[in-house]
């Protein structure tokens, strides 16, 4: 078991993110190697960040604004490979039919991401103050605006109001369609039967399929 490195307070703004960083990623590893885990308890993380209990503290209030953290940055990943993907796709891709296929695979690609999404309104908001929630909050709504952006970059012809509608509402489909894609234990094992195939998810062709649907209603609006 690793021992607690000896504490020495973190003066300067870097320390303090260099720590901050070293807490993340830890974090990260664990949720790396227990791929079925939807928290995360202080004790372990602190453990294995080979920090004291009550430093981990000084950094995050609480285990979900440590998930919270991680999901700002998994975010802002997503966001940068969703951006190149969209330009790969070149005149080819500036169809609503495209940005569904890219915005599926690239979510779908980040199964940590996934994970996050899912528990948000269940695990992750909670135990977190008001001012680490309207930070969370203002992330969440950045990222929204910039990818609508992007979009309607693409696809001119949808205004960015309805593209911003488009992202509003795929973080419920990703809630629920993650864990749906994802059974764990005896539902993993039923919902294998032949008779069953029909209550099976895709996740990344159902949500593929979702968006596009919700796209070009909102085309025809």
Known sequence: MNSPIPYVRARSAEQKE?????????????????????????????????????????????????????????????????????????????????????????????????????????????KVSFERMVDFKGSLLAVRQRTAQDFHARVPAMPVPAFEQVVKHSLPLIIGLWPLSNPAGMAAQVIELPELKSLRYDFEKDLEHALLTLMRGMARA
């Open 18 to 126: 260099e720590r901050r960083r070293h807490l993340l990623a830890t974090a990260r590893e664990m949720l790396h190697q227990s791929p079925e885990a939807l928290d995360l308890g202080i004790n372990e993380l602190a453990r294995e960040a080979q920090m004291t209990k009550s430093n981990v503290y000084r950094y995050f209030e609480s285990s979900e604004a440590v998930l919270m953290d991680l999901l700002v940055e998994e975010f802002a990943g997503w966001h940068a490979e969703l951006g190149a993907a969209l330009a790969r796709g070149g005149k080819a891709g500036a169809s609503v039919e495209h940005i569904a296929r890219v915005f599926a695979s690239t979510i779908s690609a980040r199964p940590l991401l996934c994970r996050l999404i899912s528990i948000l309104p269940s695990i992750l908001e909670r």
